[in-house]
């Protein structure tokens, strides 16, 4: 299997930016939708798309990724829109979410954990968030493997609704349902896939 950290930093070395420069729409409604911003975590955030829409919104924003292409990319972006966030280069398995505080809102959009610590992951994530926060998530569902729109190709990486509901069984579902949508993220993610999209919430 290829090394992680050698792919990624191969797939962000482009000039252009792999999964565009606008957020993700479903995360952009969730965001928007929140009357006070607050501080943001968003882990696997790559080139930084969603982390710099977020600070212009007036959000205090953490962004964390392995990839020092991606996090130059990020920065970047964010020089341009005028805004400034906190970017950390850290592999998300060894990440200490807590030692950061509370958060009013943690972002996992396309953050695809392997099967062994995806659980485990997703629990630091709910343990993480101040009361009445909210974690927002969108990803691949099991159906992605028909389509080419992008996304892991190997079936224990994709997320399911009642695996979602599971992992994040101690925080309120707002939402979470599967569906079928269409991209235009970039041309990492072209044309229709199969996602999962949820907003749990921790209780007050």
Not at 159 to 181: G, H, K, N, R, W
Request: hydrophobic letters at 40%; proline letters at 5%; one cysteine or more.
């Amino acid at each position: 299997m290829e090394d992680p950290m050698r792919f990624w930093e191969q797939r962000y070395e482009d000039p252009e930016y792999t999964y565009g420069v606008k957020p993700n729409r479903f995360f952009q409604q969730q965001l928007d939708a929140v009357e006070k911003p607050g501080r943001l975590l968003l882990l696997a955030e790559g080139e930084g798309r969603n982390a710099v829409y977020a600070a212009t919104q007036g959000w205090h924003v953490m962004a964390v990724d392995f990839s020092e292409n991606a996090r130059k990319k990020a920065l970047a972006l964010a020089r341009q829109e005028g805004v400034k966030m906190e970017y950390i280069l850290a592999d998300i398995q060894q990440f200490d979410i807590s030692a950061h505080g509370k958060w009013d809102m943690i972002g996992l959009i396309y953050a695809h954990f392997p099967p062994d610590w995806r659980a485990t992951m997703h629990q630091k994530c709910a343990d993480a968030l101040a009361p009445g926060g909210s974690l927002i998530l969108e990803a691949f569902n099991p159906k992605q493997l028909n389509r080419q729109s992008g996304g892991p190709k190997n079936r224990d990486w994709l997320y399911a609704q009642s695996m979602l509901l599971q992992d994040f069984e101690a925080l309120e579902p707002i939402a979470c349902t599967e569906a079928t949508v269409f991209l235009q993220e970039g041309s990492g993610h072209d044309g229709l896939g199969e996602v999962v999209r949820g907003n749990f919430r921790k209780k007050q």
